[in-house]
């Protein structure tokens, strides 16, 4: 089991790193990204200071001698919550974004959800349960 363990460990630094990555796009970016998508760029901003935080709970989980159970499934849950949200913006009455809007929300909606897949793939085959 130590491969399967290992694999779990990178799709959650994998998961982190992107998270550090958008974080900081949407930080520093968030103008420049609500004049192309339409996206309120308070939102954009807020959105990358809380992945910031995210990721910093990814990346301890991830390495840790252990994998705490209860912080993966919360790693899994939250980001389910994120496909959820994300979904509901572009079908709900909080934000208009235009085209480019619209596809860049899609896309790290399915970003998102393949991540969330294979940790859930990572949890079955290395028996994490709570």
Not at 16 to 23: E, I, N
Not at 59 to 67: K, N, P, S, V
């Amino acid at each position: 089991m130590p491969s399967k363990m290992l694999c779990l460990r990178n799709v959650l630094l994998v998961d982190a790193a992107t998270c550090v990555l958008t974080g900081a796009l949407l930080i520093f970016g968030a103008r420049l990204l609500a004049q192309l998508t339409a996206i309120p760029a308070a939102l954009l901003f807020y959105a990358g200071m809380f992945l910031l935080l995210v990721a910093g709970f990814m990346a301890i989980t991830a390495t840790r001698a252990a994998l705490s159970p209860l912080a993966v499934w919360i790693i899994v849950a939250g980001n389910a919550l994120w496909v959820v949200a994300s979904v509901s913006l572009t079908i709900g009455p909080w934000i208009a974004p235009n085209a480019w809007g619209y596809a860049f929300i899609a896309a790290q909606t399915v970003a998102v959800a393949v991540l969330t897949k294979l940790e859930l793939d990572g949890t079955k085959s290395v028996e994490i349960a709570v």
